[in-house]
C-alpha cells in the first residue's frame, strides 16, 4: 500500500498526458522543413519527452552549434501550439486520482510554466493544483531546478514529498531532490532505465496513489 504524503509534484507528459501525438508531429513538422534532416522514427522521438528539445535536436544535428540548434527550438516552440493539442488526452484515473487525492499538488514539468497552465486548464486539471510550475529560466529535469521550485511554493520538505514521473530524468531529479519517487509504467520511460533509480513505488494507474489503494513498492 502506497501512504498518503502531505505534498505532491507531479510531471506532465506521459504521467497526466499521453501528449506524445502532439509533441513528436510537431517535431516532426520542423524537420520535414530541414534540408538533408534526420527523419527518426516516433518511438525514437518519444524517448526525449521530458527533456530540454536542446537534447534532441544536439543528438539529431551532430555537426550544429548552439546558434543553428536555437532557431530549431523557436521553430518548434511555435508550430506545437498550432495543434491545439488535438491528439493529446488524459491517462485513464488521472481527474479520478487528482480530484480525490489528499495533499497539496504541484506539477513538476519541462513545459514553461505559462503552457503549462494552459495544458492544465483546456483538460480540466487546473483546480486541482495548488500550484503550476514549469521550467522557466533554469535547468531542466533531470537537475533538479523545478521540483525545488514547486516545493518552495508549497512549503514542501523533501521527507514529506512524493515525486510522481515516468521518465529517467523524473527520478533523477527526484533523488536530487531528496523526495520520495513512485514510477509509473504507462508513460514514455523504459522500465529498465527507470528501474535503475529504485524508485520507492510503481503504479500503472494514478489512481493506486489513493488511500487503500495497493501501488508496488520497489519493484518494476
Same mark, same amino acid.
Given at each position: 500500500?502506497i501512504p498518503q504524503y502531505p505534498f505532491y509534484?507531479?510531471?506532465? %507528459?506521459?504521467? *497526466?498526458?499521453? #501528449?506524445? +501525438?502532439? /509533441?513528436?508531429?510537431?517535431?516532426? !513538422? ?28 544536439? %543528438?539529431?544535428? *551532430?555537426?550544429? #552549434?548552439? +546558434?543553428? /540548434?536555437?532557431?530549431?527550438?523557436? !521553430? ?59 521550467t522557466d529560466g533554469f535547468p531542466c529535469k ?11 511554493a508549497l512549503g514542501a520538505p523533501p521527507s ?61
Amino acid at each position: 500500500m502506497i501512504p498518503q504524503y502531505p505534498f505532491y509534484l507531479f510531471d506532465l %507528459d506521459g504521467t *497526466l498526458l499521453d #501528449s506524445a +501525438e502532439d /509533441i513528436c508531429g510537431a517535431v516532426g !513538422q520542423i524537420l520535414s522543413a530541414v534540408a538533408d534532416a534526420p527523419q527518426p522514427s516516433f518511438e525514437f522521438l518519444k524517448k526525449y519527452i521530458g527533456l530540454h528539445l536542446i537534447a534532441l535536436f544536439t %543528438d539529431l544535428f *551532430l555537426h550544429y #552549434s548552439p +546558434e543553428q /540548434i536555437e532557431p530549431l527550438i523557436q !521553430q518548434y516552440r511555435a508550430e506545437y501550439p498550432k495543434r491545439d493539442h488535438a491528439a493529446t488526452h488524459l491517462y485513464p484515473g488521472v481527474i479520478e486520482a487528482l480530484s480525490q487525492l489528499n495533499g497539496r499538488k504541484a506539477t513538476a514539468t519541462t513545459k514553461a510554466t505559462v503552457t503549462t497552465r494552459i495544458v492544465l486548464e483546456k483538460f480540466g486539471l487546473l483546480p486541482y493544483f495548488d500550484h503550476v510550475q514549469g521550467t522557466d529560466g533554469f535547468p531542466c529535469k533531470p537537475a533538479p531546478d523545478v521540483l525545488l521550485a514547486s516545493m518552495q511554493a508549497l512549503g514542501a520538505p523533501p521527507s514529506e514529498t512524493l515525486m510522481v514521473g515516468d521518465s529517467p530524468a523524473d527520478m533523477e531529479a527526484a533523488r536530487a531532490a531528496g523526495v520520495k519517487v513512485c514510477a509509473v509504467r504507462y508513460g514514455y520511460g523504459d522500465s529498465a532505465e527507470l528501474a535503475k533509480w529504485r524508485p520507492d513505488y510503481w503504479v500503472s494507474d494514478l489512481r493506486e496513489l489513493l488511500s487503500g489503494a495497493h501501488g508496488h513498492l520497489l519493484e518494476p
